[in-house]
């Protein structure tokens, strides 16, 4: 997701900024995509549980992009072990 300063681009209704609301979803261009996001953070991260709506979005936010870092990170680890040696160029550990 992106950052709330992004999300106020589109919109200065607060209650548009909340994780289920009408406009996020809307947006989500993936079918059930918010719901899968929460499921992924439970595993991985502790959900915000503040009672402010907006600072509950705002971390929520932040924690998808954590989530979605440390993925990108667990991928190219996983791919650079599993590279063969001879794609690697020694002089730059390019490849």
């Not at 609301?21 to 595993?43: A, C, K, Y």
């Not at 991260?45 to 667990?74: E, G, H, I, R, W």
Request: with cysteine.
């Amino acid at each position: 997701m992106p950052s709330v300063k992004t999300w106020r681009q589109s919109t200065n209704i607060s209650d548009d900024l909340t994780y289920m609301s009408d406009f996020v979803v809307n947006r989500d261009h993936h079918p059930d995509g918010q719901h899968q996001m929460i499921t992924e953070l439970q595993f991985n991260l502790p959900l915000p549980v503040t009672k402010d709506p907006l600072k509950n979005f705002t971390q929520l936010s932040y924690l998808t992009q954590v989530n979605q870092a440390m993925t990108y990170k667990t991928v190219s680890d996983h791919c650079r072990y599993y590279s063969p040696v001879d794609m690697i160029n020694p002089n730059t550990s390019q490849g």
